[in-house]
T-cell receptor, first 115, second 112 residues
Framework: NAGVTQTPKFQVLKTGQSMTLQCAQDMNHEYMSWYRQDPGMGLRLIHYSVGAGITDQGEVPNGYNVSRSTTEDFPLRLLSAAPSQTSVYFCASSFSTTGSGNTIYFGEGSWLTVV | DAKTTQPNSMESNEEEPVHLPCNHS???????IHWYRQLPSQGPEYVIHGLTSNVNNRMASLAIAEDRKSSTLILHRATLRDAAVYYC?????????????FGKGTKLSVKP
């Protein structure tokens, strides 16, 4: 199993450009989410999904869009990149949305710089 | 979500036990206590979780106070690979859509 796969690993964008961070998991997990991590900080939740066709906002959703057309994929779209979106982005997934004993698996991260 | 309080940093010597504390005085009866860790330049990884009783797995042990207002993650013999940021997180039993709410965690340094 590949687990949670994120692409690209590194990306530099110019202010105003749009792009999509890809996330795929091969574990048939219902729950997927995106976090961002700024230097010296913990992770903050951007958006999450409890199943195909269902998404919801997290703590810091502004400037980002998501969709969940399949169980496997959960792309994160930056609509018009801003320097404040320079961060490391982590995708995560979990087998179930209920029962808080479920382990959440994280990808290796995508380093994004907006200049 | 209930809050947790952890020291910003701790140091340990290699092959010695490490006790990482976490205070969660506002924990509710249905909150699980989870620990994740984040190695440098990697995504967080699951370490252990518990509700009321102490828990052991191959990575660590979790000691939970009787009143559940605090817990301690125990690494029995620290290795250099254990140098990471350790996060103590509370998760509602009902699932809360599976979200984890991260604090700043404790940065553990391990000296050879």
């Amino acid at each position: 199993n590949a687990g949670v796969t994120q692409t690209p690993k590194f990306q530099v964008l110019k202010t105003g450009q749009s792009m999509t961070l890809q996330c795929a998991q091969d574990m048939n997990h219902e729950y997927m989410s995106w976090y961002r991590q700024d230097p010296g900080m913990g992770l903050r939740l951007i958006h999450y999904s409890v199943g195909a066709g269902i998404t919801d906002q997290g703590e810091v959703p502004n400037g980002y869009n998501v969709s969940r057309s399949t169980t496997e994929d959960f792309p994160l779209r930056l609509l018009s990149a801003a320097p404040s979106q320079t961060s490391v982005y982590f995708c995560a997934s979990s087998f179930s949305t209920t029962g808080s004993g479920n382990t959440i698996y994280f990808g290796e991260g995508s380093w994004l710089t907006v200049v | 979500d209930a809050k947790t309080t952890q020291p910003n940093s701790m140091e340990s010597n290699e092959e010695e036990p490490v006790h990482l504390p976490c205070n969660h005085s506002t924990i509710s009866g249905t909150d699980y206590i989870h620990w994740y860790r984040q190695l440098p330049s990697q995504g967080p990884e699951y370490v252990i979780h518990g509700l009321t009783s102490n828990v052991n797995n191959r990575m660590a042990s979790l000691a939970i106070a009787e009143d559940r207002k605090s817990s301690t993650l125990i690494l029995h013999r620290a290795t250099l690979r254990d140098a990471a940021v350790y996060y103590c997180i509370l998760r509602w039993y009902g699932g809360s859509q599976g979200n984890l709410i991260f604090g700043k965690g404790t940065k553990l340094s391990v000296k050879p």
